[in-house]
């Protein structure tokens, strides 16, 4: 059980990622030297001013040609500071370029397994059997058409329609009776026995 628990996950950590950590660590001290300078740098100039002053004017000079080396200094700490920024993005641009590299080897091995299963021989064969089964059907449909006649269209045009009918759905039935409707007759005759004596009138 302790062994199950205590086992210890493999590192992934390359020498590409220690090498970029280690020259960041050294760019981030070199930053905080620079900064300590640039105070002390800031320090000494008031002290020679004062110095001055003080009308100590060898000691002013002294210190002051000790604040031009430490200038000098920190110029070359500066380029330092850029030579290791440049190397950690060279680094880590080659290492973006490795996976590149390592993408493209796997997608040409998997190219090279897909061609080794078809080679150019069998899609040209494929493709030509194809080609024969499309002309083939093309033939029958040809001789389908020629065979049948206009009394045979007319036939399978009807049994279309047929079939699209069996799919349309018809609407219910109402099971409800229709209300009555009243007689009108009675009326109708009355009205013609009205106009009767008219006609005879005009008749006569």
Do not use: W
Request: with cysteine.
């Amino acid at each position: 059980m302790g062994n199950i628990f205590g086992k210890k996950k493999r590192s992934r950590v390359t020498e590409q990622d220690r090498a970029v950590l280690q020259l960041k660590q050294q760019r981030d001290k070199l930053k905080q030297y620079q900064k300590k300078i640039t105070l002390q740098l800031g320090k000494e100039r008031q002290l020679a001013k004062q110095l001055l002053n003080d009308g100590k004017k060898e000691k002013a000079l002294l210190l002051l040609k000790k604040k031009r080396f430490q200038e000098q200094l920190l110029d070359k700490t500066e380029n330092q500071i850029s030579n290791l920024e440049r190397m950690v993005q060279d680094i880590e641009f080659a290492q973006i370029e490795m996976k590149v590299i390592e993408g493209l080897k796997a997608g040409n091995d998997c190219l090279k397994k897909m061609h080794e299963m078809m080679s150019i021989e069998d899609v040209e064969r494929i493709m030509d059997e194809t080609q024969e089964c499309i002309e083939y059907q093309k033939q029958i449909d040809d001789i389908l058409a020629g065979s049948l006649t206009q009394e045979d269209e007319d036939a399978v045009l009807a049994e279309l329609e047929a079939i699209t009918q069996e799919d349309v759905e018809l609407p219910e039935v109402p099971d409800e009776q229709l209300p009555e409707i009243p007689d009108q007759e009675p009326e109708r005759k009355k009205e013609i026995v009205k106009k009767k004596p008219e006609r005879e009138l005009l008749a006569l």
